[in-house]
T-cell receptor
Framework: DAKTTQPPSMDCAEGRAANLPCNHS???????VYWYRQIHSQGPQYIIH???NNETNEMASLIITEDRKSSTLILPHATLRDTAVYYC???????????FGKGTRLHILP | DVKVTQSSRYLVKRTGEKVFLECVQD?????MFWYRQDPGLGLRLIYF???????EKGDIPEGYSVSREKKERFSLILESASTNQTSMYLC?????????????FGPGTRLTVT
């Protein structure tokens, strides 16, 4: 079973920041938080990952709470191309088996 | 540019047929995976392989088998296709031990069993 809980769907206006929450209350100390997304008719694509500190790359920012029980993926200026299903996943890097949950379907509204 | 390719985007087979889904990666990755994706159920792991000739069952292996004779190729086999195997099948590969762990996915094969 997936170790994360995400809302099934969210809406965001184009140009605004999209904030996607994820709960992972049973995360262990050596488990990372990873985010993938899947655009329609494509395979999932890596976005970002983190352990304790907040992370930022060219695609998004990842904010992890101090207790590590939840995190938020931030797309700073959402575009229509960001419409996708977003998956939050926790696992240890040594464990190569990823368990995808059902994710959050993000709709970007023009 | 990294690449995972799957033999077909769309496939239609009849009940009882033997079906082969092929996946090839050009990144010299050790690990390869087969998932199926169904509406409301997300991605579910069928089989995976950490090396040539090695295979491990995932969460839903029943009705499937796999073959990994070469490092770059991982085949999913439906010995006798059934209608409940109609689904989107996704292949992925990865290299273990990276600081950033990433699975690279193919475009998927949409299989319809009639």
């Amino acid at each position: 079973d997936a170790k994360t809980t995400q809302p099934p769907s969210m809406d965001c206006a184009e140009g605004r920041a999209a904030n996607l929450p994820c709960n992972h209350s049973t995360i262990s100390g050596n488990e990372y938080v990873y985010w993938y997304r899947q655009i329609h008719s494509q395979g999932p694509q890596y976005i970002i990952h983190g352990l304790k500190n907040n992370e930022t790359n060219e695609m998004a920012s990842l904010i992890i709470t101090e207790d590590r029980k939840s995190s938020t993926l931030i797309l700073p200026h959402a575009t229509l191309r960001d419409t996708a299903v977003y998956y939050c996943i926790v696992f240890m890097n040594r464990d190569d088996k990823i368990i995808f949950g059902k994710g959050t379907r993000l709709h970007i509204l023009p | 540019d990294v690449k995972v390719t799957q033999s077909s985007r769309y496939l239609v087979k009849r009940t009882g047929e033997k079906v082969f889904l092929e996946c090839v990666q050009d990144m010299d990755h050790e690990n390869m995976f087969w998932y199926r994706q169904d509406p409301g159920l997300g991605l579910r792991l069928i089989y995976f392989s950490y090396d040539v000739k090695m295979k491990e069952k995932g969460d839903i292996p029943e009705g499937y088998s796999v073959s990994r004779e070469k490092k770059e190729r991982f085949s999913l086999i439906l010995e006798s296709a059934s209608t409940n195997q109609t689904s989107m099948y996704l292949c992925a590969s990865s290299r273990p031990g990276q600081g950033r762990y990433e699975q690279y996915f193919g475009p998927g094969t949409r299989l319809t069993v009639t």
